[in-house]
């Protein structure tokens, strides 16, 4: 049974928060209601947090850079984006060095650098490429960038070599123009990359991207572990990321009705179900 609380509530109960950026902190170019303020007093209060943010688009630091200019002052290792995790991917496949199409904008190629990858686009030789990775939907000509790597793809498998398929950020939409709008992102690229290579080659189920940002256990591990406590709620507005995640990791979360989501009481599955519902961000 979900219940309503308050973020003053939430404070007394929990250790820290994970809070989600896009839809409990700002919408598209502006900052939600009350997010300066929240900010402000956990910063007051010394209480720790982490902006658990899929947004792959955008580097840490530029993430920190874009909340500050919103009047919200954010350390930067309290930011935990889908995107920095590419890093640890990276290593863990020995892939140091290796080429990748980098779908997204210049900030994302930036940081791929710093991760030891060197970015290409689907111009590049398929020999050469060892994968694709689908950060955001910016930087890019939708169309074109969707068929071109899938194009790339097609030629290595085809010449018999494998791929490595990684997303940073599973979002499938996002809220645009303060909640007005919807945008698609990375995650409906990779599902259209998906379907196309399922109908290319039935016989292949491993031909999936490795999925690291909400709802998957990854950032949510460097979360926890940059926090240094498991007894936090995750602070989210979309059910079928926040809630299902932090669900999943076995944490409680909290919808707030600020962005995405709104609340009827009626949920598909129990792993949809928040432990509370927030109205707003009042501290």
Not at 134 to 140: E, H, K, V
């Amino acid at each position: 049974m979900t219940e309503t609380t308050s973020i003053p509530a939430l404070l007394e109960r929990y250790d820290a928060f994970l809070l989600d950026a896009y839809g409990v902190l700002v919408y598209g170019q502006g900052a939600i209601p009350g997010a300066a303020e929240l900010i402000a007093h956990l910063n007051a209060i010394d209480f720790p947090f982490v902006v658990l943010t899929n947004d792959a688009g955008r580097s840490p630091r530029s993430i920190q850079a874009r909340l500050a200019g919103m009047g919200m002052t954010v350390p930067l290792e309290r930011v935990v984006s889908s995107g920095s995790l590419l890093k640890g991917h990276i290593e863990e496949r020995g892939a140091q060095g290796s080429r990748y199409i980098i779908l997204g904008p210049e900030d994302a190629h930036r940081y791929a650098r710093e991760y030891g990858v060197e970015p290409v686009d689907w111009t590049a030789d398929p020999a050469t490429v060892r994968g694709v990775v689908a950060c955001d939907d910016r930087g890019f000509g939708f169309l074109e960038g969707v068929e071109g790597a899938l194009s790339l793809l097609v030629q290595r498998l085809d010449a018999g070599l494998e791929v490595d398929l990684v997303l940073p950020n599973p979002d499938l939409i996002y809220p645009k123009d303060e909640g007005r709008a919807i945008g698609l992102t990375s995650g409906s690229i990779a599902l259209l990359i998906e379907e196309a290579l399922a109908i290319r080659y039935p016989d292949r189920e491993d031909l999936r991207f490795t999925r690291l940002g909400k709802p998957h256990g990854p950032i949510f591990e460097e979360a926890v572990r940059r926090l240094g406590t498991r007894n936090v709620v995750m602070v989210g507005d979309q059910l079928q990321t926040d809630i299902i995640g932090g669900n999943r990791f076995g944490i409680d979360t909290a919808l707030v009705q600020t962005g995405l989501a709104r609340w009827t009481g009626e949920v598909p599955s129990e792993e949809h179900r928040p432990t509370w519902l927030v109205e707003g961000l009042a501290v």
